[in-house]
């Protein structure tokens, strides 16, 4: 309770000195002085607007001081703007602004290095459009699907109940409820706060079965199919990884059981929850397929599909080829970028296991292309993704949607304070503990869950019209520039090579024949092992 400790101390010595204003008058400047200060801590935990002064009364105004010099500082310092923190402060504050509602615009010109490396921008048209849709929808669900899913374009992407607080989750729920698009559960179970916002649901089912599990820890069909049949849940997704750590399972402490996470996941409170690194359902890519096919039957055939951060890649292959070999084919995958975010995890997983974004939907694109599957399949992208020119870029390299976590945790009023494993967030956003969460307040902050929403949609719709096109499914990869270390630009389309249509069953995999064709041919479905002896010495 230290961070009471200023205001507890203010409201002390006001009193003492009012005490003692008998003893002198000039204990009437101490009394004004504290009486100030106790103003401002009274102030600072009524209000509901800065989640961070209702858990840091009186204290918590010092960030807004040293926020307002900070470019000063960190000059003086010669820090960079971007300095070891997962998102720039223009980043942060672009989503401030759009989930205040507050005008986003940017004076004096870009701070972009536009002729760094790796810089990137859309090219715009002479028809240039400014009365383009922002609200574009997706329709998820191929033709085994009977209930397909009108998805929004860009979506809250998955955070379990138990990593965010009750108030978290209410607000971003009832936000996605307010602005008709999907919240996705993360592996935790379906929670009461869930239900209780009315949000459309993306039921995430990872290695723990949360919410459709047998006592000893193996997937229920039962359960699950109770959970699926409630009409709040929209589509089914099945948690192979995610990109800050893949293959890496979690363990969620006896201790930080509460009552009503163990009522989500369906677990007891007295023992540790572990959540393993690999599923107990399925071990082979054929077994994988039908797992998708028994869930959507049980799920009276709503939407069906998985979240992955690619690694092997010849894994990936195995399972599309076990998709053509059954004709078993989801209705979506999920792209999760390496720069993706998480609670918590190994500093070797977040930095250095899994595919980043870029290379892991242009795989992913480009082998479901090759197979002949694209069409049937809706392609959902996630890492790092914040801006309009964020979204619009992965649009171009072919994803039909966009989920973000991070993005939707700024609206709530993340500071990116990186407390998330200690349960001591500031804001009351990855924390379990009841007061410091009070600080959330759930209805302001649903507002700017649908701003954010919202407003990002309509920077996105602004980029499109200036490009002179009618949507995001128009975005190609030629759209994008991008400047190459030896200074020179080149066009998307020569950067993220397209597969041609069915290339691969045709064995017809010209410009990009290694690195496609030695982990097509050593896939198989029956295994996401390797054939024997055919081992690739080069590609995985
Ligand atoms: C606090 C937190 C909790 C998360 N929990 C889950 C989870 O339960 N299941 C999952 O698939 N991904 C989880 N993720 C990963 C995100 O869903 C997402 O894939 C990744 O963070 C990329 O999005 P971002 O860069 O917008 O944060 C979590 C991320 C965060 C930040």
């Known amino acids: 309770m230290l961070r009471y400790t200023t205001f507890a101390l203010a409201v002390l010595l006001t009193l003492a000195s009012l005490a003692l204003v008998f003893i002198s008058p000039l204990f009437w400047i101490a009394f004004v002085f504290f009486g100030f200060f106790t103003l401002i801590g009274i102030r600072d935990v009524r209000q ?174 039962e359960k699950f199919a109770e959970q ?145 599957l694209r069409d049937q399949i809706k392609i959902g992208a996630a890492g790092k993704l914040v801006t309009a020119f964020d979204l619009a870029r992965v649009y171009a390299l072919g994803a039909d949607w966009v989920n973000s976590a991070r993005g939707f945790m700024f609206a709530i009023g993340c500071v990116q304070a990186q407390a998330c494993h200690t349960n001591h967030c500031p804001v009351g956003i990855t924390t379990q503990d009841k007061l410091r969460q009070r600080a959330l307040d759930v209805q302001s902050k649903t507002v700017r869950v649908t701003n954010f929403h919202r407003n990002t949609l309509e920077a996105v719709a602004e980029m499109i019209g200036a490009a002179g096109l009618n949507g995001p499914e128009e975005l190609q990869p030629k759209h994008l520039m991008i400047r190459q270390k030896n200074g020179q630009t080149i066009s998307g389309a020569r950067v993220y090579l397209r597969m041609k249509p069915n290339a691969l069953i045709d064995d017809d995999v010209e410009i990009m024949s290694e690195s496609y064709r030695v982990p097509w041919n050593n896939a198989r479905t029956d295994s996401f092992r390797p054939f024997e002896g055919m081992e690739s010495l080069e590609y995985n």
């Not at 209930?147 to 990593?163: L, V």
Request: proline fraction near 5%; include cysteine; glycine fraction near 12%.
């Open 228 to 372: 699926a049949a409630d009409p709040q849940v929209k589509m089914i997704e099945v948690k192979l990884s995610q990109g800050a750590k893949p293959g890496h399972g979690g363990m969620l402490p006896a201790s930080k059981i509460s009552e009503e996470i163990a009522e989500a996941r369906g677990i007891p409170m007295d023992k540790d929850c572990l959540s393993p690194a690999t599923h107990s359902k399925f071990s082979t890519p054929s077994e994988f397929v039908h797992f998708l096919q028994e869930l959507r039957e049980l799920s009276n055939g709503k939407p069906v599909g998985f979240k992955l951060c690619v690694g092997h890649r010849r894994e990936f292959m195995c399972m599309v080829k076990a998709m053509l070999e059954t004709g078993i084919v989801p209705d979506f995958i999920v792209v999760d970028g390496k720069e993706g975010g998480t609670g918590a995890a190994p500093l070797e997983f977040a930095n250095h296991i899994g595919m980043p974004l870029v290379e892991g939907l242009t795989f992913v694109v480009n082998t479901l292309v090759g197979a002949g």
């Open 48 to 221: 509901q607007r800065h989640a961070i002064l209702r858990n840091y009364p009186i204290l918590g105004n010092l960030r807004w001081i040293l926020e307002s010099i900070r470019p000063e500082i960190r000059q003086y310092l010669m820090e960079s703007d971007s300095d070891k923190e997962p998102f720039s402060r223009d980043d942060r504050s672009i989503v401030y602004q759009r989930a205040k509602g507050a005008e986003d615009k940017r004076p004096f010109g870009t701070r972009e290095d536009v002729y760094a490396a790796g810089y990137s921008w859309i090219t715009h048209s002479v028809l240039a459009r400014d009365d383009l849709p922002w609200d574009c929808r997706v329709k998820i669900g191929n033709d085994t699907c009977k209930q397909p899913y009108q998805a929004s374009i860009f979506n809250i992407s998955a955070m379990s109940f138990g990593a965010l607080s009750a108030n978290a989750i209410s607000a971003l729920n009832r936000g996605a409820k307010l602005g008709g698009f999907a919240h996705d559960t993360g592996e935790g179970g379906i929670s009461r706060y869930h239900r209780e916002g009315g949000g459309d649901l993306i039921y995430e089912i990872g290695s723990g079965y949360y919410g459709c599990r047998n006592e000893d820890g193996t997937f229920s069909a």
